[in-house]
Each structure stands twice: as structure tokens, then as C-alpha cells.
């Protein structure tokens, strides 16, 4: 088993290294990066989110982003992807440091679960700048001072969850659901967890509210995501667009399955169930793969919990699990390999007729030019830099625009850039 073990520790490894070189090798700018990166953009140079720009999001990736913005002299979207990366490693090593001192397992142990771990996150959107990376990173770290009996801290960096994105506060539920069920000292673990947390968000209170003068009412309007709700609920998926959203879930937890079988639903694995079962929720309104990064640390932690009454069934399902998620990844990685080169040469193509810093509103799925064209948005303190919208066009008719298909009532010329036509108005 031995010689096994490190052979599948070796080439699981191998795959997981090829697997990021190629994701930055063929990295484009996915449809949420703009977002998150030309927030962080305008935090680097001065601006605050809620009050300068309007944000639907908790704001801590953003924050994180703006100190490599500072860092570089121009826009370089692998630098980016790379620093993300480097937050998925930092989640494996402590996931590794987790199993290793609180589970006993061995160091090829270990290092298999850790490297599944981050084939699991490049299958599911890894692959693209998202919040649920920087997410997965505070569970495992409160998982990590859980277990070592640090519950302020838990409860801390599960409040930093929720500055990540506000679902972190979903995180919760299994966590208060470990400490019901624990034998000894309840109200004190609550109370110390959810101080920790108050903490957290105390720290972001005061910030905004106190340093930056922003409106908590306008913080919480923001946050609040009425406007994404009821985009949402135009789209909800139906069971084929769900389940391949959700496919990378089902991978990750069929090994699970093999190893309890009738054991997971014992109450010593309900709260890691639960945890895992939550998050899968999220994609019943919209199903896209990185919302179920979050039930990714609750199924490795049914693995680990379980390891010791492993059989080698579950070994083999855990190595077919992981070669599954390798494939699924590097084949959209090369699916899509040629899209960087369509982005430059659309945003140099564009830059002879808009010239860079320039203001104007990028309407669809351009907005990679807000950061390849450093383009200054008009109505980022209105909208913010959202995908969707619900303006007409009355709100277009004092700001200049770009878009890839046609405004009503709004008179544009047309523009072609690269063999596509466009609509703008300047």
C-alpha cells in the first residue's frame, strides 16, 4: 500500500502542477474578474467601495487585490490568477497541517487529500478569479483553530468568510451545529465563537461607517443583492443546467460515500453532511460550479474523520475522483485557450477608436475592457461594475457607450472590431 500511496501521492501531484502551469499559460479574463478587479483597481487609487463604487459584495477580496495592483506597474491578468493560486496553496498546506496534527494522519496521507483538495477548486472555476478560493482559505482556517481549541479564532475567521462574500455566513450553521453536539463547555464555545465573529464584523463597521463616513444604510442596501435576486430568479436552472453545475460536488463526495456508506448519517458526521449539503443549495438558484467550493473543506473533512476505517474501494474512488476532476479541468482550460488573444486583440483594436482611461460604460461581456483598456466607468458610483442591469435607455444618454448588441431607443453607431459588430455612442 505504501508504494502505492506514494506513486498516487506523486502523480496526482505531477497533474495538479501541469494543471495550474496550463491554467496561466491559457488564463483569459473570465466574466467575474472584471468585477472583482476593477473594484480593486479603483481601491488602489483611492476609492472607497459603497461610497465611490457601488459593490454587491462584502469587500475583503477586492481589498487584497488592490495591494497587487499597487505592486505592478500595469495590468497583467496572470499575475492576478497567479496570486489566487497562491491563496489555494496556502488553504492545501494548512488543510495538510490540519489532518496531519488533529487526525494523525500520515504525511503521504496528507499530502493526498491536500493536492485532491486543490484539483477539486481548479475543476470547479479554480481556474477563474473568483471569491469562493479566498472563502475556501478562512473555513480551512477555522476548521484549523477549531480543532486546536481556539474558538475566538474560529469564530473570527468565519466572520472573515462573510467578508469575502456574504454567504460565508452559511458557514456557521455546521460549525454551531460541532459545538451542540460537542460534550463539554457549549455556551462558552458559543459565546467565544460568536464574539470572535462579532469581532470581525465590528472591524468593517468601523472602517466604513466610522473612518469612511459611509451610510450604514447604504452598506446594507448594497449588500442586501435585491437587484442580483431578482435577476436570479429569471434564471433559475433547470435539473441538466443544475446537475452540471454541481457535477464537481457529486465527484468529491462519491468517494465519501463509499467510505461511510450507512455511517454518514451517524451523528459524528451530520454537522460535515450539513455543511457540505448547504452550500450545494446555493446552486438551485444559479449553478455555477464555484458556489460549491464552499462544501469542499465539509467533504474532506468527512474523508478525514473516516480515513482509518478506509477500504481499498475508497481509495480507488478517491484516485478516479481525482483523475475525473484533473480531466475536467484542463479540458476547459484547452477548450478555451485561444480566448486571451481574441481579448488583446479586441482591446487594441478598440483603443484606435476609445482611447485608454477613457470614461465609458461597457455594457455585456466587454467588460475585460475596463481592465485591458484601463476605461473609467461612469456609473460605477449607480451601478458599480455588474453584469446585468436593469437601466434603459434614458440612464445611456449623457455618458458615453460601448456595447456588443444594440440599446433600445438608444441611437449608436456601428463599430466593428475584430470581425464583430458593436454599438457606440461617444
Known sequence: MSNKLQLSVFTTSLIFVVTIFLAIYYSHISLDAPYYLSVSRDIAFGSIPYKDVYLSY?????????????????????????????????????????????????????????????????????TYINLEVYLFLTIISALYFYFGKHIFLTGFF?????????????????????????????FNKLLSLSFGAVCSIIIFLFYFVVLENVALITILKQ?????????????????????????????????????????????????????????????????????????????????????????SLFFKSLLASSITLALLSNFRILRYKHVYSHQIETAETAEKVIPKNTRIFLNGDI??????????????????????????????????????????????DALELVGKDFYLKL
Open 158 to 186: 468565519l466572520g472573515l468568510s462573510f467578508l469575502f462574500k456574504q454567504y460565508g455566513i452559511l458557514n456557521f450553521i455546521p460549525f454551531f451545529l460541532l459545538i451542540l453536539f460537542s460534550k463539554d463547555e457549549i
Open 58 to 126: 462584502t469587500p475583503l477580496m477586492m481589498y487584497l487585490n488592490a495591494l497587487v495592483y499597487l505592486a505592478i506597474d500595469q495590468f497583467n491578468y496572470k499575475i492576478f490568477l497567479g496570486f489566487q493560486f497562491f491563496i489555494m496553496l496556502l488553504s492545501q498546506l494548512l488543510l495538510f497541517k490540519l489532518v496531519v496534527k488533529y487526525f494523525k494522519f500520515s504525511k503521504l496521507n496528507s499530502a493526498l487529500i491536500s493536492v485532491i483538495s486543490g484539483l477539486a477548486i481548479l475543476s470547479a472555476d479554480g
Open 223 to 311: 449588500l442586501s443583492g435585491y437587484d442580483y435576486a431578482q435577476y436570479a430568479l429569471l434564471r433559475s436552472p433547470d435539473f441538466i443546467t443544475w446537475f452540471l453545475g454541481a457535477k464537481v460536488f457529486f465527484i468529491l463526495l462519491l468517494p465519501a460515500v463509499v467510505l461511510l456508506n450507512k455511517k454518514l448519517f451517524l451523528k459524528q458526521n451530520l454537522p460535515w453532511l450539513i455543511g457540505a449539503l448547504i452550500h450545494l443549495m446555493l446552486t438551485f438558484f444559479q449553478a455555477f460550479q464555484h458556489y460549491v467550493i464552499l462544501a469542499f473543506p465539509y467533504i474532506f473533512m468527512l474523508y478525514a474523520l473516516n480515513w482509518k476505517s478506509s477500504s
Open 367 to 412: 467588460r475585460y475592457l475596463y481592465c485591458l483598456n484601463n476605461y473609467k466607468n461612469p456609473l460605477k458610483e449607480e451601478i458599480g461594475y455588474s453584469y446585468f442591469h436593469f437601466l434603459t435607455a434614458e440612464d445611456f444618454k449623457d455618458i458615453n457607450i460601448l456595447s456588443p448588441f444594440p440599446i433600445e431607443n438608444l441611437n449608436t
